[in-house]
Structure formats: structure tokens, C-alpha cells
């Protein structure tokens, strides 16, 4: 694919010397590096090599079509200014991608020393082999625990369930997204479903993102995606986070799911919240709206019941002895309704009383312990929540503000929200500012002193403010 012609100015070089071409190429590298940063080009142009100039055109070379692309999109100019440094002039600039086997080492010997010889590894393994082995080395790690057969089941989580079960029969969708908040169940489900299938490949957001890394920099972006595309069964745990992050991963990620959609092949994720609701990169945004999306809800007292009696059941297998009377059982499953990750947490206190006291925990003991609890397990105030309450005191939309709106009937709840954002939440300036439609921290800042100022000279707006987080704070619990 050609990019824009460059600039003739300068006398075009036509280096027909290996070693001169070489040099030229190590100039170029300098500039590209000292243009664009060391972390972009290490991660996108350490495989560029320059094979040739011939012709009018300056003839590159990548190890694989992804890497041509985001080149060509995003680093055209940088690299027609870096050649031009080098003494390199040439009306186009031309990017091919290499064949698998050959690897060029980058040109960077000094001036007068001949660069070495292009390197062709014997690549004769099975691609399919080479991409379930690096599967294998990327895979996360299974908890033992988190089975199908150990997850209790009620109305809060009934469909994500079912679901789940239908992933692993491979019938009716080839995406599925399973979203609730933390400690719900989530990887509870996608690990279980791993377990199962026997051939899945389940992978974190780290992992991921730690595969791709290390893939990008061993050359062997094309092997990864093929390891991903390859798996029968693909499990992304907290997908959300990789939505979210300004990198080339979310494009490689689009291409991998576009690719097993083809092929028939099925992918879960887990995502914190409903995939209308992420903000990232739109593209793969786009993508996951056409999932089958599952929510996870906090459990009812019913289920929270019987969680706590699931687990008290495993409990018991590693702890001989450890019994809770059934009034201690209803005060534990009573008090923390958020979800299975607090039930576990009390329980655990528990077993510590018991193992200290030497006495099982009786209803003095559980209090004492779901009083300590109660202040550490606070949920974290989210923007969307105070969002979404703001925008319900005043008729507005979330929509509304997060648009380029700026009536004073979208104006005013959206810089009392930016305002409660920053009290209310550790984020800062500039998150807060992008979670309102990509606004620049400065707006944000603008929005913050004015209420500040407000709420200080006008006792109404400080009520106002007041009944506002009071709801949001209900809105949490």
C-alpha cells in the first residue's frame, strides 16, 4: 500500500551499496525513535526494515499485515521525515509484509559496516501445533474450586448460568458477555465452564495483555492471534479493562473475535458492567454490543443462605470441627448482600475465631465480625452511578451528559455530577473529564471551583448537593 509521496527537495540518495543503505536505515531508526518515543517504537516499529530504494519508491518491509496497517494509519509522517533526515528521498514510500520465515535484523551498524545477512528459521511445524503450544504457554491458571458443581444457583444468577452451559454445548451465539460487579461470580462461571470443556483456553486481562506484549516484541504477533483464533473455546476474564486502555491490543482483539466469529468458533468474556455502559475503542465496542449479554444481580437472602451453607460445607473438608448454629448462618447471609467474595470473607474471620478462641463462633462472635467487616466492604462510589442519579434528579439523560449539550438544563446537573465525581471518587481530572464525553481536565477543574464557590455563598446549592450524594450513597448500599 502506498503513503503519501514525499517531498523532492532534497536529491534523491539511491543507495546501491548494502552497507550505505544500512547506514541510511540506522540514521532513520534514530529519528523514528527520538520522534515517536521509545515505548511506540518498540512496540510497532522495531520489525520496519528498509529493503530498498529503487524506482522513485523507498520499499519497507513488517513482519506482519497488522503492524503495516497501524503503521500507515498512524506513523506515515514520522517515517517520511525520517528517511528524508537520512538522506533518503523518494516520491512513495511502499510497506510489504515478510514472509513468516524470514526475520531481517534492524539495520543499525555503523556507516561502513555491511548490516547482517536476512535470517530464515526453519519454521516447518504444524501452525496449528505452533499455536495451541503458545496457547499453552500463555494460559491462566484453573482454581480447583470454582466448578459448576460449587456454584450455588438462584434468580440473580440463574441465566448467567444458563448461559454458561450453553457455551460449553457451543449452540446459538458466538459471543456471550457476562457482566456484574466485582465478587458476583464472573470468573466464578468462566472458570467453571473452563473446567468442563476441557479445551478452552482462559486467559486474565493481565495475561492477555502480558502475551501480546511479549508477542509484539518476539515478533510473533501473527502466532499469538492464531493461538487465540485457534482455541476452541476462548474465556477473556475482566475484558473491560483491555476495552478501556489506549494501545494496539483492543484492534488485535477485534480481528481475533471477528475471525472465530467466522469459523464458528464460541468466545465468553467478563465485563463489569453491560457492554452499552464501556467506554474504549469503538470498533471492538461495537463488536461486544452484538454479544449476548447476561447480567449478574447481588444475591437475594435466600441464595446469600445458601452460598454460605455451600461453602461452610468445603470449609468443614479442610477444618474437622467447624460449625456455625443456624442463627449465626441467618445473621452472616442477613448482613452481606453483596455478593459470594464477602460470604467467604466472613466465614474465613470465622474459622480464625474458632482456631483462636478455641470455642465455635456463637452470635456475639459473627457480629463482632460483620461490624468489622461493614466498614471495609463499603462499595467504591462509580461515575456512572452518580451519573445516572443526577441525570435522574433532573430529567436529563446520561446521554445528555456526556454530549456537547451545554443548555443550561444539561449544563448545570452535569457540572454538579463532575463536582460530586471529584468529592465522592479518587479519580482525577483528566478521568473524570473523559468519562464525561472527553472533556479536557481544565473543564472539569472549571466545574469543580464554581461549586465549590457555590456551595459555600448559597446555602439552596449546598442542599442540593447534599440530597444528591445522600441518594447516591443509597443508590451504592
Known amino acids: 500500500m502506498t503513503i503519501q509521496p514525499m517531498p523532492t527537495e532534497v536529491p534523491r540518495l539511491a543507495p546501491s551499496a548494502t552497507r550505505d543503505l544500512a547506514c541510511c536505515w540506522a540514521r ?58 537520512a538522506g533518503v528521498t523518494a516520491e512513495r514510500i511502499a510497506i510489504a509484509v515478510r514472509s513468516v520465515g524470514v526475520h531481517r535484523t534492524p539495520a543499525v551498524s555503523p556507516c561502513g559496516a555491511a548490516p547482517p545477512a536476512a535470517r530464515v528459521e526453519d519454521r516447518t511445524d504444524d501452525p496449528d501445533r505452533v ?65 468442563r470443556h476441557g479445551d478452552a483456553l482462559y486467559l486474565t486481562a493481565e495475561q492477555l495483555r502480558f502475551g501480546f506484549d511479549q508477542a509484539l516484541r518476539r515478533d510473533a504477533a501473527t502466532v499469538w492471534r492464531s493461538a487465540l483464533i485457534s482455541a476452541p473455546l476462548l474465556l477473556l476474564d475482566d475484558l473491560h479493562v483491555l476495552v478501556r486502555i489506549g494501545h494496539a491490543l483492543p484492534a488485535s482483539l477485534l480481528h481475533v473475535l471477528d475471525r472465530r466469529a467466522a469459523l464458528g468458533r464460541v468466545t465468553a468474556a467478563a465485563i463489569d458492567r453491560p457492554t452499552r455502559e464501556l467506554e474504549g475503542e469503538q470498533r471492538l465496542l461495537s463488536r461486544l454490543a452484538g454479544a449476548l449479554g447476561v ?54 474471620r470465622l474459622v480464625l475465631h474458632q482456631a483462636v478462641a478455641g470455642t465455635p463462633p456463637d452470635r456475639a462472635a459473627a457480629e463482632r465480625v460483620i461490624g468489622e467487616m461493614a466498614g471495609a466492604l463499603r462499595p467504591p462510589v462509580r461515575i456512572d452511578i452518580i451519573q445516572q442519579v443526577v441525570a435522574r434528579r433532573y430529567g436529563v439523560t446520561v446521554t445528555d451528559m456526556r454530549s456537547a449539550r451545554r443548555t443550561a438544563a444539561v449544563l448545570r446537573p452535569r457540572q454538579m455530577a463532575m463536582w460530586l465525581t471529584r468529592t465522592m471518587t479518587p479519580k482525577s481530572l483528566p478521568e473524570i473529564g473523559r468519562r464525561f464525553g472527553g472533556r479536557d481536565h481544565t473543564t472539569v477543574l472549571h466545574a469543580v471551583e464554581k461549586y465549590e464557590r457555590l456551595r459555600r455563598d448559597d446555602p439552596g446549592v449546598q442542599a442540593e448537593l447534599d440530597a444528591l450524594a445522600e441518594a447516591i450513597e443509597q443508590e451504592v448500599l
Open 28 to 85: 532513520a531508526r534514530e529519528h523514528l525513535l527520538g520522534a515517536v518515543g521509545r515505548d511506540a517504537f518498540e512496540s510497532f516499529l522495531t520489525t520496519l526494515h528498509l529493503d530498498h530504494v529503487d524506482a522513485g519508491t523507498a520499499q519497507l518491509s513488517v513482519a506482519t499485515r497488522f503492524l503495516r496497517i497501524w503503521i500507515e494509519r498512524h506513523y506515515a509522517a514520522a517515517l517520511r521525515d525520517a528517511l528524508r533526515s
Open 131 to 195: 499455536a495451541a503450544e503458545t496457547a499453552a504457554g500463555v494460559r491462566s491458571a484453573l482454581d480447583p474450586r470454582l466448578t459448576f458443581e460449587t456454584f450455588a444457583l438462584g434468580a440473580a444468577n440463574q441465566a448467567a448460568h444458563a448461559a454458561a452451559l450453553a457455551v460449553i454445548e457451543g449452540t446459538g451465539f458466538d459471543l456471550l458477555a457476562i457482566h456484574g460487579e466485582t465478587g458476583l461470580g464472573k470468573t466464578h462461571l468462566l472458570q467453571a465452564i473452563a473446567s
Open 295 to 348: 447480567g449478574l444481580e447481588p444475591p437475594d437472602a435466600s441464595l446469600r443462605r445458601a452460598i454460605v451453607i455451600m461453602k461452610l460445607a468445603a470449609i468443614a473438608e479442610r477444618h474437622s470441627g467447624f460449625v456455625l448454629p443456624s442463627e449465626v448462618i441467618d445473621l452472616v447471609a442477613g448482613a452481606l448482600r453483596r455478593g459470594p467474595r464477602d460470604l467467604e470473607g466472613a466465614l474465613a
